[in-house]
């Protein structure tokens, strides 16, 4: 087995680990809905790209829960609705 014929100081590691960090994303924004938008990308929220919509983008389903808040919500507007008129 090879084994390192010298020992790896600390400054010697630290300085061949400086080169490691990441580099920030730039993001441009999306003419179409103004959010942070990869470059040379389509746009994950609209998906547009070149002023053409690319992507059909799938919204996360409604839970059961969400879904009967919205029911009990509408039934409340219908009951204000008649009681008003
Ligand atoms: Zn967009």
Known sequence: MGLPSQKRTKSSKRRRASHFALKKTSLGKCPQCGKPQKPHHACAFCGSYKGKTILT???KKKTLKQKEQERK?????KKSKKTDA
């Open 57 to 59: 983008i799938k919204t």
């Open 73 to 77: 919500s509408q039934k409340q507007n």
